[in-house]
């Protein structure tokens, strides 16, 4: 979706309320477990925030999809995050997350490897559960949607229900993502939900490979790397060309829209449909048939 974005920021707001504000158990503070709680809360509370803005979207498609997905960024980061939400505790726009905030049972999340470590466990977690979840009866369901709305609803599939538990497992997802990221900021405002965000995640599964766990996979890795050697060619023509350094910014956002169009031009099927040739050739080695 196009509000992808709002959900993130559903989540790391909830996860930094909840941290923030809740009165927590004295055991629960010694033990580590109010960031984990908070995780889960922050999940569920993003599914079903993508749940109410999947509602007017079940029935839609293409191009009346995107814009009901657009409006979940403008209300929910733009208005209820920055002007309601922003204010609780009269804390202005940012929420500061003081140092030993986040904490997972003895082990306090104040380096940049805990992070990366943290992260590497939510994105096993995260895979695997897609993966069984796609080969189970609402996984079918998903693929035969995708594929043929008209004919899953044919064969007896609930479109509309499927389709909303499609926008909870995303909004689910995404809340994860948001309350992981706390963890490695300082302070959260809601410049850090620009809908450029959605933009830039639809971008990654378009280059990837729509409707497959590798493509996002693939495509999360192709952007950042990418950018990484762009950052690295540009950085040692600063003190020839200044300028260059001034326009990084608008430099990557270039190559970020030259790679999508490159992708929808030469590869529409995305970097997981290369990955599923290559492991179809070997499967088939030495034989052609």
Not at 50 to 65: H, T
Not at 66 to 90: E, H, K, N, P, R
Not at 187 to 205: K, R
Request: net charge neutral; hydrophobic share 60%.
């Amino acid at each position: 979706t196009l509000g992808h974005a709002a959900f993130l920021a559903v989540g790391a707001y909830t996860s930094t309320l909840l941290i923030l504000e809740f009165p927590w158990p004295k055991l629960l503070l010694d033990w580590g477990l109010a960031y984990p709680i908070s995780i889960i809360v922050a999940a569920i509370v993003a599914g079903i925030w993508s749940v109410l803005f999947g509602l007017p979207s079940a029935r839609v498609k293409g191009f009346y999809l995107i814009l009901t997905t657009m409006a979940a960024q403008f209300i929910t980061v733009d208005l209820i995050i920055t002007q309601y939400i922003s204010q609780i505790g009269g804390r202005g726009q940012a929420f500061s997350l003081p140092p030993g905030t986040i904490k997972v049972g003895p082990w306090v999340i104040d380096s940049d490897l805990k992070v990366y470590f943290m992260m590497l466990v939510f994105v096993i977690f995260c895979t695997v559960a897609m993966v069984n979840l796609l080969r189970s009866k609402v996984g079918r369901a998903w693929v035969a949607i995708r594929d043929n709305d008209i004919s899953a609803e044919v064969m007896g599939i609930n479109v509309v229900k499927y389709k909303l538990l499609a926008f909870f497992a995303a909004g689910f997802i995404g809340g994860i993502a948001g309350a992981f990221w706390i963890s490695n900021l300082a302070a959260i405002s809601p410049e850090h939900f620009p809908w450029f965000w959605s933009l830039w995640l639809v971008g990654v599964i378009l280059i990837g490979g729509a409707g497959s766990i590798h493509g996002a996979i693939f495509g999360s890795l192709f952007m950042v790397v990418i950018m990484e050697a762009l950052q690295i060619a540009v950085m040692p023509l600063g003190d020839t060309f200044p300028k260059l350094l001034m326009d990084f910014l608008f430099i990557k956002e270039a190559v970020f829209g030259l790679a999508i169009c490159a992708f929808m031009i030469f590869e529409p099927n995305g970097l997981a449909y290369r990955w599923w040739q290559i492991k179809n050739y070997f499967n088939l080695w030495p034989f052609s048939y």
